[in-house]
């Protein structure tokens, strides 16, 4: 699953293939699970959901200073933008240990762990066109909708993996497929509507 230009190389990499893409990430499918730890994750996520409350607000205004940025120069800082990939990137940890797809515990940083089997990054774009922050997020709302209704059926199938975890430690492989788009489309939906890049998302599964 190539999701950008560069390979992340997790440990049997999982879901439908992805078309190549500035954003992305690839996520490990687990062969076993702890039978029981689907039913304290939602538990064991409120710190992170209370850390990341703060990290999104500093992610808010370093948007805001990206989009004068991009307006008058049109280049993202460096720095706000690789803070913003972090941002996105603990995030999307989280979400996977919540919806049951890994056991690991997501680490408290922004930075990529090599050793952990969820690994996201989006591209550093050289130049951004000034007019983009002004339209894109319009652009994306009709992606946008529909990676909605996909991260919907990742939803309901954390149900049904609750269920297949609890009485047979797994999830089944086609299930966790399934699980993957939903938030693949989320990711570049959203990297999109925050110009992180001028490549609208395709539409296509996977």
Do not use: C
């Not at 076993?32 to 994750?41: A, F, G, I, Q, S």
């Amino acid at each position: 699953m190539p999701p950008t230009s560069e390979t992340f190389a997790v440990p049997d990499p999982s879901g439908p293939p992805s078309p190549t893409y500035p954003a992305g990430f690839e996520i490990s499918y687990p062969s076993e699970l702890n039978r029981w730890l689907p039913l304290v994750k939602w538990l064991l996520v409120i710190p992170h959901f209370i850390v990341l409350f703060f990290v999104g607000i500093g992610a808010f205004f370093v948007l805001i200073y990206g989009f004068f940025a991009v307006l008058f120069t049109g280049r993202w800082p460096r720095g706000a933008f690789e803070y913003l990939v972090g941002t996105v990137r603990w995030a999307y940890r989280v979400l996977a240990y919540y919806h049951l797809m890994t056991d690991a515990y997501p680490p408290f940083s922004l930075a990529d762990d090599p050793a952990y089997p969820l690994r996201l990054k989006i591209d550093y774009p050289e130049r951004i066109a000034n007019w983009r922050p002004l339209v894109q997020w319009l652009l994306a709302i009709p992606y946008l909708f529909v990676a909605g209704v996909l991260y919907w059926l990742t939803g309901i199938l954390t149900i049904v993996a609750f269920f297949t975890v609890l009485f047979t430690r797994r999830i089944p492989r086609d299930v966790f497929e399934l699980m993957v788009p939903g938030m693949l489309w989320n990711l570049r939906g959203n990297a999109y509507s925050y110009f992180m890049t001028d490549r609208y998302p395709p539409f296509i599964w996977g």
